[in-house]
């Protein structure tokens, strides 16, 4: 950018361009697994049928701007969250190009995971999902004022990432979801002494099946976390192993 | 909810081609105007639609899915869309959301408009 054509102004809420994702300071509690080297995927590169789903609460009473719900969200994201949904964000925080790594159980059983903030600004910030995550998307996470009232709104915009993703939010993966979203609105909402109900619009913006990307099934953390647990006790093992044959 | 600070100007190349043009911002607040453009560009001959972005001032992560749901509706009616006039800022969101992928970039209308001619020809 020079002179005559400035930065725009939403340069700098934009995260820079990366190839593959890496995780510089993982926080100690977090498994960090399905991240490292994987690249972001958005609503164009999943499997299955696209999804729109917009959950909103409004605010009824709460004094405090939209810039400030979203520094509080922020701040507190991990916090919202319910309890089998652990978030692990940076500590640089939730900033643009930072990745948040997820450790969930899911009816499936485990899955470690994460999430690259793309975009934040002061009124909203959007989580990207990495190739093996269960959706290929993103989400956006907003508040604004609607005639002197906040709504807090968490918006998807996304697909499962591959066949077995899409049979499982067949099955049950999407109640699921549409759970942790209304619980994270209601957290954030309680934050502010705020009690009201969680409203949910979706809408199914592609039915189609992109049959092309069912490869991405290779790579599916679910199934890759799986795998990981299975080999816990070998990995156990060959510690113990290696400790005794370390010269004293 | 805020009002959305877009203008869009549609115009027809062709009966087969028409150019949204947009000035001002794409937030999620803009998706009544960008649809009403592609409704009024989209009669049943539209093949092709050129989103020109010339005058794009500001874009956030909600304004990017808005040309997701509209990508999608041009394929539902077997419509290409394309875009021109990203300067380098926005042509790097595109390959950051991985839209280029399926958005065609063009530097002005003159290279797109030539790019469907092209196509059109060698089909």
Known sequence: MDDRHPAPRDAAYWAQSVDKLSI???????????????????????????????YRVRMMGCESTPQEVIAVWKERFPEFQPPENRFFPS?????????????????????????????????SFTLMTPEGHPESGWVTFSAYDDGG?????????????????????????????????????????????VGEPVSLDKQCVDARLQWSRAGNVRHNAQMLTLLYNLGAPFRWARRLFAKKEQPT | MPEADITITVHDVNSAVSILAIEGEITAFAEDALMAAYQEASDGATQSIILNFDELEYMNSSGIGLLVTLLIRTQR??????????????????QLT???????????EAAALA?????????
């Open chain 2, 98 to 108: 991985r839209l280029n992928e399926a958005i065609a970039i063009y530097p002005d």
């Open chain 2, 77 to 94: 009616q077997n419509q290409t869309l394309l875009a021109c006039g990203l300067n380098e800022h926005y042509q790097r969101i595109f």
């Open chain 1, 24 to 54: 510089k300071d993982a926080p100690q509690e977090a498994l960090n697994l399905n991240v490292e080297g994987r690249q972001t995927v958005g609503p164009l590169q999943g499997f299955g049928q696209l999804w729109q789903k917009t």
């Open chain 2, 115 to 123: 790019a469907i001619n092209q196509t059109a020809r060698t089909s």
């Open chain 1, 149 to 193: 009232v906040v709504v807090a709104q968490v918006q998807s915009l996304a697909r499962a990432n591959d066949p077995v993703y899409e049979l499982a939010f067949r099955l049950v993966g999407s109640s699921v979801q549409e759970k942790i979203w209304r619980h994270v609105l209601g957290s954030l909402a309680a934050a502010f002494d």
């Open chain 1, 91 to 123: 500590v640089a925080g939730v900033q643009p190009g930072e990745v948040v790594l997820i450790n969930a159980m899911t009816p499936g059983g485990p899955v470690s995971t994460g999430v690259m903030v793309l975009y934040s600004d002061d009124e």
